[in-house]
């Protein structure tokens, strides 16, 4: 940067350090944020006082300092032909009245005011009038972000301005590649490359902005989706899988003899797409996304048997002790009839019991292990594993997940499965290597969780609602929110809580579990176990029961202090009620004075329980850099593009590259030499993990 006229070593390690920017290809890259419009002069004779910005051109008359002490400022007569109007300062006035002169042409520029019904000009921004801007600039003047170390040391926004203009004169368009393909370009109407960067940061008008910023917007997401879909193919060309070839005898019994309801068309959908991806001999990748209760565990069983069928074992991995037991119980149970055995190994399993399931699986009498990451450890060999099914995937690491690939010769077959439902946006930019199936039913006979929004005020009636469903026999979470930066404050409330909620249900008629963080593990899984079983009526808890719980009896969930928490996380907790046959409620408590974005989120909460609409309703409200998973991925690192607002952006840039890709996957046709040579520069610059 310090090769630039204006930078010297100090403001070349001020820009490194505070806003990144280490190259003149940083420096073209820090797009401004807004523009200001000084294309157009106005008169002052038809100044009304209620514009916003104005531009004026003309002469001052005279200058003088009025007002006492702090009171002081500089006031100058300023006249054009039409008209006079005075400029105030009232800070840095001295240094300003040296630098100014009288009658000498300006071009003025700033907020116009009302000041004892007379119209002023405070602190505008002046220029000396030079034929180049005689009448107006001939651009947009562009704003920078910048901070308070560098406006320090003279590197305002408009300094900034200064240097990115200088470099944009110095560069011959040639310098500046082009790395999308003609045929793209043409097709969308897109400006060349050289020209954007022209263009974004010194535009004509504010056309020429917006196209600039739309072809810069779609080269970041095309660039993304390449290397995206370049994994993808790489993995579906270089991996191996084991085959499956036969659907056979116990998916057949199972399927026409022991399953406990009729499939959705979803559910069928998605095992016709695991049943082609386990024929091909190439290792299965796939997301599979669905609602709470949409039957995920079914088709992980039906995907478990196909893989017996032909000689293969199968693990799935929960994040909890108390979620694996959850689905070892709820699958011993359906394949009770079966000649199948299934195993639980969780870290409290030990001595005899232990070296019994480590003894089943090496010699492959065990054919299905549900487990936590304990499934993960040496110990564990597994005889002939050809299936892996990952049940809440943000809760492991890339590197937890990839040690299940060596648990075999060839790597197994992976399905993970996630509860949290992503928007599609988010799963093409983030999964976008992994095969996405979606569950968008509910099986029949589930009833919809009513959800009502009540304040503090009603508290009494919603206690008594409570009581009322204990007395039928039902049971209730009420949970707690619990955020780390007022960890302390939280813990009083949920005590205090706690303390309330034993006043309104008395012992010995009800009995309360109480689960938080700070418990030791043994108690938490005690007081959960006691809930389950239904020991205890009520649950308090802070957000640790938000995954997997399973409690058909449980009917109502109150969360407490609802304008805490997240769209999805809200979505998450209700998922616990609804398990059974029984109507379920779900009691949004906040205080009376709500925000705009809280008000948003429990109106979307109360209306819909379709998980899709709610978390792309929360990447709307919290920006997708907050959504579960993605902050470490590094993928959203987009200097422009916004994955909400763009999204007809980042759909046309993924099908431009699948296009591409599946014409010419190593990119050795002459017009995507462009993109090959782009693509060859960038490959040192950044991280992109890949996402098992």
Not at 273 to 281: F, L
Not at 415 to 430: D, E, H, Q
């Amino acid at each position: 940067m310090e090769y630039l006229k204006g930078v010297g070593p100090q403001k070349g390690e001020l820009l490194r350090k505070e806003v990144g920017v280490h190259t003149f290809g940083d420096l073209l890259q820090y797009f401004p944020f807004r523009y200001v419009d000084r294309t157009k002069i106005d008169k002052i004779a038809s100044l009304s006082g209620y514009e916003d910005f104005v531009q004026i051109r003309g002469r001052i008359l005279r200058m003088e300092v009025v007002g006492e002490n702090r009171g002081k400022r500089l006031v100058a007569t300023f006249k054009d032909e039409t008209g006079v109007i005075d400029l105030v300062w009232f800070q840095g006035w001295q240094w300003m009245q040296k630098s100014l002169r009288e009658n000498v042409a300006y071009l003025v520029y700033g907020r116009i005011s009302v000041f004892n019904g007379v119209s002023q000009l405070a602190h505008p921004e002046m220029d000396l009038l030079t034929e180049e801007i005689a009448s107006g600039k001939q651009y947009l003047e562009p704003v920078y972000s910048t901070t308070e170390k560098l406006k320090a040391r003279g590197l305002t926004a408009k300094a900034i301005g200064k240097l990115t203009k200088a470099l944009l004169e110095q560069m011959s368009p040639a310098e500046v590649r082009e790395n999308i393909p003609v045929e793209v370009l043409q097709q969308y109407r897109l400006m060349p490359r050289s020209r954007a960067y022209f263009k974004i940061h010194l535009p004509g008008n504010e056309d020429e902005a917006h196209q600039a910023q739309r072809r810069l917007k779609f080269e970041e997401l095309f660039i993304a989706q390449i290397r995206i879909c370049r994994l993808k193919i790489k993995r579906q060309k270089l991996s191996h899988g084991y085959v499956f070839g036969a659907v056979g005898e116990s998916f057949n019994e199972f399927y026409n003899n022991h399953l406990p309801f009729d499939l959705t068309g979803a559910q069928k959908r998605v095992l016709k797409e695991i049943r082609m991806d386990t024929v091909h001999g190439r290792q299965m990748n796939r997301l599979l996304q669905g609602d709470v209760g949409s039957g995920k565990t079914m088709v992980a069983l039906l995907t478990m048997l196909l893989a017996k069928d032909n000689g293969f074992q199968s693990c799935l991995m929960a994040p909890t002790e108390i979620l694996a037991q959850q689905h070892y119980k709820g699958l011993a149970e359906l394949l009770q009839h079966m000649p199948v055995k299934i195993a639980l190994l969780t870290g409290s399993i030990k001595g005899k019991a232990r070296k019994q399931i480590l003894a089943g699986v090496a010699d492959g009498s065990i054919h299905f292990l549900v487990g936590t990451h304990a499934l993960l450890e040496k110990e564990v060999v597994f005889q002939n594993l050809g299936m892996a099914i990952v049940d809440e995937q943000h809760r492991f690491g890339v590197a937890q997940r990839a040690r299940l690939w060596e648990k075999n010769t060839i790597p197994p077959h992976i399905l993970v499965m996630t509860a949290t439902p992503i928007p599609r946006t988010l799963a093409m930019t983030i999964y976008g290597d992994l095969d996405v199936s979606v569950i968008d039913e509910m099986p029949p006979g589930r009833k919809p969780i009513t959800t009502v929004h009540r304040t503090e005020f009603q508290r009494p009636q919603v206690m008594n609602f409570i009581k009322d469903e204990l007395k039928k026999g039902r049971q209730a979470y009420i949970v707690y929110p619990l955020i780390e930066d007022s960890e302390k404050l939280d813990y009083e409330n949920l005590m205090k809580g706690y303390e309330e909620v034993k006043a309104f249900f008395p012992e010995p008629q009800f009995y309360i579990s109480m689960v938080h963080g700070r418990q030791p593990a043994e108690m938490r899984e005690t007081n959960m176990q006691r809930f389950v079983s239904g020991d205890t009526h009520i649950m308090v808890a802070t957000t640790v029961i938000e995954v997997g719980v399973n409690v058909p009896n449980a009917s109502v969930m109150v969360i407490e202090s609802t304008e805490r928490f997240g769209l999805s996380q809200l979505h998450q907790l209700r998922g616990r009620v609804g398990r059974g046959a029984e109507q379920s409620f779900c009691i949004l408590m906040t205080g009376s004075k709500l925000g705009q974005v809280s008000k948003e989120r429990i109106n979307v909460m109360v209306q819909t329980n379709n998980g899709f609409i709610i978390s792309e309703k929360d990447m709307e409200l919290r920006g997708p850099g907050d959504i579960e998973g993605t902050r470490q991925s590094g993928i959203l690192d987009f200097k422009l593009a916004d994955i909400v607002q763009d999204r007809a952006v980042l759909e046309a840039a993924r099908a431009s590259a699948e296009k591409i890709l599946s014409e010419d996957p190593d990119l050795v046709l002459p017009e995507n030499q462009g993109l090959k040579e782009y693509l060859a520069l960038q490959r040192g610059k950044s991280q992109w993990s890949k996402i098992s």
